[in-house]
């Protein structure tokens, strides 16, 4: 299940749900402790995005000693509101990521549906391919430094299913 942020996450565990994603960058101190212990105890598996070093920062310094915290590296567009635009950049950060014995890095995600000027016509399929080509760019570049558990590329927005099934599939042929 995906949800906006920790509070929505509380909600639905109190419902028991298990696992989740938080489709953003979680910085609030008391979020990033819960969630560390709830997936070190394997209470539920709350995955959540990262998107800077910064960020990423911010999370290692409210991780439990004893935490765990699954990850995604979320890639944004170049005129969006949030996400990696710097493919330099996700390299540092899945590094980053894999230097942390408490972190995980599950995957690359980013949100189709934040691609400026994307109507439904040849140029705005064409920003969406080249969008989804950045994903997988992204998981290609930051593979080599995931967990030990299945590596994730995903992308949200659901208006171009085709495009972004076809795409994204392309990572698991490179």
Do not use: M
Request: proline letters at 2%; aromatic letters at 10%; one cysteine or more.
């Amino acid at each position: 299940l995906t949800i906006a942020n920790f509070w929505q996450a509380s909600i639905f565990l109190s419902f028991g749900f298990k696992r989740l994603i938080i489709a953003n960058e979680v910085l609030d101190p008391y979020a990033i402790a819960e969630i560390s212990r709830l997936n070190k105890s394997k209470e539920a598996e709350i995955i959540f995005y990262v998107d800077s070093l910064a960020g990423l920062e911010i999370v290692k310094q409210h991780t439990q000693d004893q935490g765990e915290q699954n990850l995604f590296i979320e890639i944004g567009t170049d005129e969006g509101r949030g996400g990696v635009r710097d493919l330099a950049a996700v390299e540092k950060i899945a590094k980053a990521i894999s230097e942390d014995s408490r972190l995980k890095l599950r995957g690359v995600t980013g949100f189709e549906g934040a691609v400026p000027k994307a109507a439904r016509d040849k140029k705005g399929e064409k920003r969406i391919t080249s969008f989804c080509q950045k994903i997988v760019a992204a998981a290609n570049l930051s593979y080599p430094y995931k967990s030990d558990e299945v590596f994730i590329i995903s992308a949200g927005g659901s208006a171009y299913f085709d495009i972004v099934a076809r795409e994204l599939n392309k990572f698991a042929k490179e």
